[in-house]
């Protein structure tokens, strides 16, 4: 089986990743996706996330209609702050009969080469990178290289940050929201 790896805080999730996801879930060659619910991000500030246990309801709340999507808490057993070089690895011996890719936004591979053993992911792992409208370019090296796959994606410019601050706004954010998250995140009074 080939899974598709979407790491991130998912604080929340919204209907942008779900539909990057299932576009990769339908149209490629990966046979399922999961969401690896990122604890501590070595690139973002602990301070700002919801507690790992509700970010991953979140992500399972929202994946449970899809067969081909999942959440995963793996990250949360490991050590922080989580590189993904060490989820690889520990996911690669929990599972040798899974080949893993990462599914990353163009946005992220402008900064790849800050990463932990970012060439040893490059040999070992094929990247999947979805289009992102963003500023700069993305590094030449990784224009051509035979791991990472180019996906026609459709374009999501809608962010956690931006739900997080229009929350805060009062304003109604429930059509950027899969339902059962609108309703968790409503219940729970988060980001108010």
Known sequence: ?????????????????????????????????WFIVTPHSPFKKKSSLLEDNHRYQMVDRATEDYPNLRASDI??????????INTLTHIEEKYPDYKFCLIM??????????????????????????????KGNVESQYKNYKSIIHVNAPIMEL??????NAIKEGKN????????????????????
């Open 75 to 84: 990250e949360f057993k490991l050590s922080q702050p989580n590189y993904t």
């Open 159 to 164: 962010s956690s940050t931006f739900i997080r």
């Open 105 to 134: 936004g163009e946005d992220n591979l402008k900064n790849f080469h800050k990463w932990k053993n970012y060439e040893l992911i490059l040999k070992q792992n094929d990247i999947y990178v979805y289009p992102r409208i963003t």
């Open 173 to 192: 954010v429930r059509p950027m929201l899969p339902e059962h998250v609108w309703l968790y995140l409503d219940e729970m009074n988060f980001y108010k």
């Open 1 to 33: 089986m080939k899974v598709g790896l979407f790491f991130g805080t998912f604080n929340p999730i919204h209907v942008g990743h779900l539909i990057i996801a299932n576009h990769l879930a339908e149209y490629s060659d990966l046979d399922q996706v």
